[in-house]
Every structure is written in C-alpha cells, then in structure tokens.
C-alpha cells in the first residue's frame, strides 16, 4: 500500500484526494521507485484544479516528474537501491506519476540520478530547470556565443525563466530578463540579469522586420511576444521557444528566416533521448548553485492541493518540492 494524490472525474469536474491504494494499480512498469521527491508544477496544478485538459487516462496521480530510489526492478539496467529521476513522457497525464509515495515506470524513461546530486536537488530543478538546460543547449548548437550580444529570456520570473536567467549569466552571456513583475527587478539582477524590460514592449504586435536587438532568446510566452521577438532578432541569431502562456498562435512573416537566417528552435522536454537527458542534467548540476535545493519551499502530499489552487490563482507559491 502507498499514499498517493489521486484524481478522480466527477461530471465535468476533477475531484483530487489523498488515498491509500494497493501497488496493483499503478501503471504497468518494469520499474517500482520510491518517491522521495516530486514537484508541484503548473500543469500539474492545472490538472488537479481541473482547470485545464491534462489528464488523459481516469484515474490520474499528477506529477510530471520525480526522483527517488529504486524498490525493485525487471530490467538489467537498474537495481534496488539505486537512485533515478524521471520526467516527462507523458507521467501524470497519461500515466500515474509522483506525487505519490512510490511509482511505476519504464526503464527507458528513467536516468542515473547525477553523481552528487540529492533526489531533493533534482526535484527543486525539476521539469522547468530540465527545459531551461535544453534551451541552452539549443541556442550553443544554433552557434549563439556570447559575445554576439544580448540574449534575452522571457517569463523570466517563472521556473522556466529564472533558471535560463542563471545559466546563461553563468555561460558568459548578458542577459536580458523580460517580465510583468517589476517588483522582482532587483531578484533578477542577482541570478546574473544585465537589464529588465516589462513584458509589455515585447506583446505588442511586430513590423515584419523591426531593429535587430537579440542574439538569441529563451522564450517561455509564445504568442505575440514570440512574434515580436523573431522580427528583433539578429542576422542568423536563434530563438529557443518552449512556452505558450502568451497564446499558441504565432501570427509572423517569412521575413527574419530569409532575409536575416534566424532561426526557431522548438524544445520539446518531454521526448529527449537518454544521453541527451544525460548531459543536460549534468550540466544542471554543475551550472546551480550548491545549495540551490536551499531555494525552495518543501510541502507534504496534504498541502499539494491547497497550493495547486493557490497557484492557479496566481498566489505567490514559488517553487515547490513535495516530499511524500
């Protein structure tokens, strides 16, 4: 038996509860993991408010990702006792996922926990600081360098966002931090920002081509602002999108990918090959500060749904680690 935040239909709405259910009914897995620590994200939160369409499968246990400790194991590349961390692959949406005392996976979602690195640190990096790492990594293969002038991130204030904030300043880039919250300018300037702009100079719609500022960007809005970015962009500059909080539709021209080579860099976090999951939270655990884990609010599976509602209600949460 474990607990586990289970999601339940009820008519047109979601019922979340905390419940006690027998191992056999997790997802089927060649992988039984102790859960040490998963986080609250906001499609987690969407999922257990019901106010989005996340869940794909009746009943759900939310959770996008985890790390912990392996109980047991059909497949020769793990064993008991060893420690891993998963995310994405469609855990917490089409398959049960962390927030729960122990969880059920396919090797080949899973991967070594880095040398060094606690299940606590992993999860207080989490999804957002995985895609962060892959925005990145992105932008270096498109050839940006620092050097070549700004980069800009945007939604910087969010999970996403202050984590580009940090690995970029700590590459050697000059960052550019965009955000609605003015009030955490000087938070920003610590994690290594050279400039805040408000986000609303980015939403507003673009010329087909406007003055050439970014080198490259990290965008975590889409929309407008994603448009506006690409008609700002620098000749053969690089815009790594991985958000749509701005809106899904990107109303653009042909004009900065034939007359200037920029390029759109779409990050998917959630299907990585392993050696690229591999090197990129590897990277994380070098980039962070050492007591980064530090940063973070540590809550109970009891406390998750409150603050998934308070999150969705855009009450500050910050980031959030849960430990079962």
Same mark, same amino acid.
């Given at each position: 038996?474990?607990?586990?935040?289970?999601?339940?239909?009820?008519?047109?709405?979601?019922?979340?509860?905390?419940?006690?259910?027998?191992?056999?009914?997790? $997802?089927? @897995?060649?992988?039984?993991?102790? !859960?040490?620590?998963?986080?609250?994200?906001?499609?987690?939160?969407? =999922?257990? *408010? /019901?106010?989005?369409?996340?869940?794909?499968?009746?009943?759900?246990?939310?959770?996008?990702?985890?790390?912990?400790?392996?109980?047991?194991?059909?497949?020769?590349?793990?064993?008991?006792?060893?420690?891993?961390?998963?995310?994405?692959?469609?855990?917490?949406?089409?398959?049960?996922?962390?927030?729960?005392?122990?969880?059920?996976?396919?090797?080949?979602?899973?991967?070594?926990?880095?040398?060094?690195?606690?299940?606590?640190?992993?999860?207080?990096?989490?999804?957002?600081?995985?895609?962060?790492?892959?925005?990145?990594?992105?932008?270096?293969?498109?050839?940006?360098?620092?050097?070549?002038?700004?980069?800009?991130?945007?939604?910087? $204030?969010? @999970?996403?966002?202050?984590?580009? !904030?940090?690995?970029?300043?700590?590459?050697?880039?000059?960052?550019? =931090?965009? *955000? /609605?919250?003015?009030?955490?300018?000087?938070?920003?300037?610590?994690?290594?920002?050279?400039?805040?702009?408000?986000?609303?100079?980015?939403?507003?719609?673009?010329?087909?081509?406007?003055?050439?500022?970014?080198?490259?960007?990290?965008?975590?809005?889409?929309?407008?602002?994603?448009?506006?970015?690409?008609?700002?962009?620098?000749?053969?500059?690089?815009?790594?999108?991985?958000?749509?909080?701005?809106?899904?539709?990107?109303?653009?021209?042909?004009?900065?990918?034939?007359?200037?080579?920029?390029?759109?860099?779409?990050?998917?976090?959630?299907?990585?090959?392993?050696?690229?999951?591999?090197?990129?939270?590897?990277?994380?655990?070098?980039?962070?500060?050492?007591?980064?884990?530090?940063?973070?609010?540590?809550?109970?599976?009891?406390?998750?749904?409150? =603050?998934?509602?308070?999150?969705?209600?855009?009450?500050?949460?910050?980031?959030?680690?849960?430990?079962?």
């Amino acid at each position: 038996m474990f607990n586990a935040l289970l999601l339940e239909e009820a008519g047109r709405n979601t019922k979340a509860s905390l419940q006690r259910l027998p191992e056999s009914r997790l $997802t089927d @897995g060649d992988v039984l993991v102790k !859960v040490d620590y998963s986080t609250l994200n906001y499609k987690d939160a969407l =999922a257990i *408010t /019901g106010k989005g369409k996340i869940v794909r499968q009746w009943p759900m246990v939310p959770g996008i990702d985890y790390a912990g400790t392996v109980l047991s194991s059909d497949h020769p590349d793990y064993r008991i006792g060893d420690e891993v961390l998963l995310t994405g692959w469609g855990v917490g949406e089409q398959y049960w996922g962390g927030l729960a005392e122990k969880a059920s996976a396919r090797a080949d979602w899973l991967i070594p926990l880095p040398a060094g690195m606690t299940a606590k640190r992993a999860m207080a990096i989490g999804t957002a600081g995985f895609t962060a790492m892959l925005g990145v990594m992105a932008l270096e293969q498109a050839g940006i360098k620092p050097g070549q002038g700004p980069v800009l991130v945007t939604g910087a $204030t969010g @999970g996403v966002g202050s984590i580009a !904030v940090r690995l970029l300043a700590k590459a050697g880039y000059e960052v550019h =931090a965009s *955000t /609605g919250r003015p009030e955490h300018s000087d938070w920003l300037k610590s994690l290594g920002a050279h400039e805040i702009i408000d986000r609303i100079k980015l939403d507003q719609e673009p010329a087909a081509l406007e003055s050439q500022h970014w080198a490259g960007a990290i965008d975590a809005v889409g929309g407008r602002t994603l448009a506006r970015i690409l008609s700002q962009t620098k000749m053969y500059g690089a815009v790594a999108a991985c958000g749509l909080t701005g809106g899904v539709a990107l109303n653009t021209t042909v004009m900065p990918f034939i007359l200037r080579g920029v390029q759109l860099l779409g990050i998917n976090s959630v299907h990585i090959p392993k050696a690229q999951r591999i090197e990129a939270w590897q990277r994380l655990h070098q980039s962070l500060p050492v007591n980064y884990e530090d940063e973070v609010r540590v809550l109970t599976l009891e406390q998750t749904i409150e =603050a998934a509602h308070d999150m969705i209600a855009g009450k500050p949460v910050g980031r959030v680690v849960i430990q079962p």
